[in-house]
């Protein structure tokens, strides 16, 4: 499942470029140091199988609905780590800028959800230490399965985290990972299947395709481990508090100085005010705070809160409708000067 | 099966777009690149419950269509393929955000405030990621992020997985087409759909190698090159500042309140 920009609040989107962006860039020097130019077309056409792949639908048994290859696992499979990544990052900004899956700010997010955890947690932690050197099939199944559930499970968990941070969604975090969790039990389980499927498929018929990939992990993969486990910590844990939720310095100062003589509340709301204009991230519940403290909690804080923020009077419905006239008006314009102006055969 | 081929006749046909001479795809790549990223920054960092202050945004992608000449038609039909998500997960605001809100003299539920600004965010962001490929085109866009700094590896991915996309695609459709044809009308199960993607996947391997083959005959040194080095010109740092400015007026002003404000003389 995508995450949309809809629901994203830019520190969230923000951080996760920061930690998608990281792991690419490292991903890229590592293979820039490997400089096995087969890699070039190999991942280029291996990302266009991906696309290929979701053509190829087939039913899930006793559902009436029918599945088809995710191929985050299966590309840590046939090419590593880092390469990997890379594909995937690439199969998702295609599908950003083309079919609006997602959008450009949830790219880091989803990369990172779909990318980073198959590739770099699934993949080493426990695909290859349970598959051993591919001679077992049951192992390769239980394998492929289980690495594949863990990191849909994780991506899941990702979207829900990511969605729940940035607050624009009223979702609580236990209805929405409620709701995504078992759907992506689910899909992790077909993916496992149909990637073992493959996998055994291609190791009778190309055995010599995995050969290469036997070698021991260089200790760059636990670093990247490390390092973006750390980022996707402190960017969760950071921007919950600064989106989700005032900032809790600022939540603190708001109760204790609410409390205080009445001169202050003018300097504060004037330091309040200007903080709003210059703000560049907005501070979605500012207000709510503040009219919680005010009042004893539980009594009209709800009722009185949103019509501090919103100016949705009379006058605010008939400015929106003018402006979209007045844009619309304008593309219209745009697009008529431009036809009269080139030449038809254009 | 027949979405994903919908799907890549999509990808054609709006990479296509780049290719004619527009104003839009004379701008530089990488201003419109910028511009883009800067136009979805400002709009997701709006209040939730923020919608008509959002409208004015509207302004970049309906002039970047009109610049471009991009069908309305076809950019509507795309949101409209892409909005579920976004819209299941939006409709739990109204459900769960039940305070009341005055419109006008009309109370209605938060929720629902902030369901039509998660509407309007993602018709906005998606539409604007859309019209910059219209404007730049895959390969254009790929010269002008390698430009800016992405990593060489990443660009050169793209490039070469957006060329065999429509070629192991092919592949497979024919492929589906073929097991559909004897099926006589039975689903495609695991048993079968397995060894059909490992076959895809041995073609993938095997036109890998040719490729590679091709390419080391005629000079290929590892490094992939692309094209698309134009100069950057003084009508791109106005295009760019230019909307900039615009955004940060948005941001800051409430431009439909003022106006609103103008029209009727009430707050």
């Known amino acids: 499942m995508h995450m949309a920009d809809a629901l994203l609040s830019p520190a969230v989107g923000a951080t996760m470029w920061v930690a998608a962006g990281s792991v690419l860039a490292l991903s890229a ?42 191929g985050g696992l299966l590309l840590a499979i046939l090419l ?22 997602g959008g450009l700010l949830a790219l880091g997010a989803n990369i990172f959800n779909l990318g980073f955890f198959p590739c770099f947690l699934a993949y080493p932690l426990i695909y290859r230490p349970l598959a051993g050197d591919g001679t077992s099939r049951a192992r390769v199944v239980a394998a492929s399965l289980l690495a594949a559930i863990i990191a849909l499970q994780l991506g899941a968990l990702g979207v829900v985290l990511q969605t729940i941070a940035s607050g624009i969604s009223n979702l609580s975090f236990g209805t929405f990972a409620a709701l995504m969790l078992p759907i992506h039990l689910a899909i992790g389980i077909v993916e496992g299947i149909v990637t073992a499927v493959v996998v055994l498929f291609v190791l009778r018929a190309r055995p010599d395709l995995f050969a290469a990939r036997t070698a021991p992990t260089a200790p760059l ?44 509340q003018g300097v504060k709301a004037w330091l309040a005010q200007a903080q709003q204009r210059v703000a560049i991230l907005p501070d979605y519940d500012f207000a709510a705070p503040a009219a919680a403290a005010d009042s004893e909690p539980g009594t009209e804080a709800a009722a009185s809160w949103p019509d501090v923020k919103l100016g949705t009077s009379a006058s605010g419905i008939v400015g929106g409708v003018l402006t979209l006239v007045l844009v619309f008006v304008a593309g219209t314009l745009l697009r008529r000067t431009r036809r009269s102006a080139s030449p038809p055969a254009g | 099966m027949s979405r994903v081929d919908a799907a890549l006749r999509d990808l054609r046909s709006l990479d296509a777009l780049a290719a004619r001479d527009t104003p839009l795809a004379r701008v530089d790549a990488r201003a419109l690149t910028v511009t883009t990223l800067a136009f979805i920054v400002t709009v997701v960092s709006f209040d939730r419950y923020a919608v008509a202050a959002l409208l004015p945004l509207a302004l970049y992608p309906v002039a970047l269509a009109a610049l471009g000449d991009v069908p309305a038609a076809a950019l509507l039909r795309k949101l409209a393929v892409a909005a579920p998500f976004a819209v299941m997960v939006g409709l739990f605001n109204p459900l769960l955000d039940r305070a009341p809100m005055a419109i006008g003299s009309v109370d209605i539920a938060a929720g629902w405030v ?125 295009f760019v500042a230019g909307w900039c400015v615009w955004f940060a007026l948005v941001r800051t002003v409430d431009v439909p309140q003022w106006l609103g404000w103008l029209m009727t003389g009430a707050t």
Do not use: K
């Open chain 1, 29 to 70: 020097r590592r293979l820039d140091r490997q400089s096995d130019d087969r890699m070039v077309p190999l991942m280029g056409v291996l990302g266009a199988f991906i696309f290929a792949a979701q053509m190829i639908n087939f039913a899930i048994p006793a559902t009436g609905s029918s599945g088809h290859l995710g």
């Open chain 1, 80 to 101: 590593g780590p880092p390469a990997a990544f890379i594909v995937i990052a690439s199969v998702l900004t295609v599908q950003a800028l083309f079919f609006a899956d």
């Open chain 1, 221 to 264: 993969g636990r670093l990247l481990i490390t390092f973006a486990a750390a980022a996707a910590l402190i960017g969760g844990v950071l921007s919950w508090f600064a989106s989700g939720h005032p900032d809790g310095l600022e939540w603190s100062l708001e109760r204790a100085t609410t409390g205080e003589a009445a001169e202050e």
């Open chain 2, 114 to 238: 902030s369901f039509t600004s998660i509407l309007v965010r993602f018709a906005l962001t998606v539409s604007a990621a859309l019209l910059l490929v219209a404007g730049t085109g895959m390969n254009g866009l790929a010269a002008a992020l390698r430009r800016l700094g992405m990593p060489r590896v990443f660009t050169a991915q793209l490039t070469f997985l957006f060329r065999y996309a429509f070629v192991l695609g092919g592949e497979a459709t024919r492929m589906a087409t073929a097991r559909q044809l004897r099926g006589n009308g039975r689903p495609m199960r695991l048993a079968e759909a397995g060894p059909m993607l490992g076959h895809l996947l041995l073609r993938a391997f095997a036109r890998a190698e040719r490729i590679h083959q091709a390419m080391r005959a005629r000079g290929f040194d590892g490094e992939v090159r692309l094209l698309g080095g134009r100069r950057w010109q003084a009508r791109d740092t106005l």
